[in-house]
């Protein structure tokens, strides 16, 4: 079983719908990532939390930590949201911390 | 702010070869990490450094190196290519110590035939 579990592996949405993807984990962990992954490569940070709630925009994480869990999700999902996202957990720490990575979660929101 | 550069932003070489592959990271971060993500084993953890000094690695063989210079810029280095190590190789940088958000750069797609 992998330390980070991502659900679901693919998603299809119409323009407009909510979105949720979801991350387990199965380590203590001191922060938790969520990036985006456009076509062509390039990653992009979203967030990094651990505790709580973040907000940016259409987009929303939580993470709960006593249940190892966080999802990420998008208000009015709109075609270009479509991409990949990767949860990525830190655990450890100091200089001998581990980065663990989700398999990723490839959504694709049709006009 | 200019943002985190990769070059070359593909390279193919051939088995048993050696290749190094350099990012630049965003003025005045000190943290450049490397991340190797191919479709099989998705995206993993090479190695981090900070001011100069390797600070974290990640479970990959030693024919992985890097290096970091003066100017937080750094390298990775690969020796003795394998077929597997036909990968897309990202960097990322960060402020200083802690968990703090990482930016990445646009990666190297590399090609072993």
């Known amino acids: 079983k992998n330390e980070v579990e991502q659900s679901p592996q693919n998603l299809t949405a119409q323009e407009g719908e909510f979105i949720t993807i979801n991350c387990s984990y199965s380590?203590?962990?001191?922060?938790l990532h969520w990036l985006q992954q456009h076509p062509g490569g390039g990653i992009v940070s979203l967030f990094m939390?651990?505790?709580g709630k973040k907000k940016h925009g259409r987009l929303i994480a939580t993470i709960n930590i006593q249940e190892k869990h966080s999802s990420l999700h998008i208000t009015a999902s709109h075609p270009r949201d479509s991409a990949v996202y990767i949860c990525?957990?830190?655990?450890?720490?100091?200089?001998?911390?581990?980065?663990?990575f989700g398999k990723g979660t490839l959504l694709t929101v049709n006009p | 702010k200019a943002g985190v550069t990769q070059t070359p932003r593909y390279l193919i070489k051939t088995r048993g070869q050696q290749v190094t592959l350099s990012c630049s990271p965003i003025?005045?971060?000190?943290?450049v990490s490397w991340y190797q993500q191919t479709p099989g084993q998705g995206l993993q953890f090479l190695f981090e450094?900070?001011?100069?000094?390797?600070?974290n690695k990640g479970n990959f063989p030693g024919r992985f190196s890097g290096r970091q210079f003066s100017n937080s810029r750094s390298e990775m280095n690969v020796s003795t290519l394998e077929l597997g190590d036909s990968a897309l190789y990202l960097c990322?940088?960060?402020?200083?110590?802690?968990?703090?958000?990482?930016?990445f750069g646009p990666g190297t797609r590399l090609t072993v035939t």
């Open positions: 990322a940088s960060r402020r200083d110590k802690g968990p703090y958000e990482q930016y």
């Open positions: 380590v203590g962990i001191s922060a």
């Open positions: 990525a957990v830190r655990s450890g720490g100091g200089s001998n911390y581990k980065l663990t």
């Open positions: 450094y900070f001011s100069e000094t390797q600070r």
């Open positions: 939390l651990s505790s």
């Open positions: 003025s005045g971060h000190r943290s």
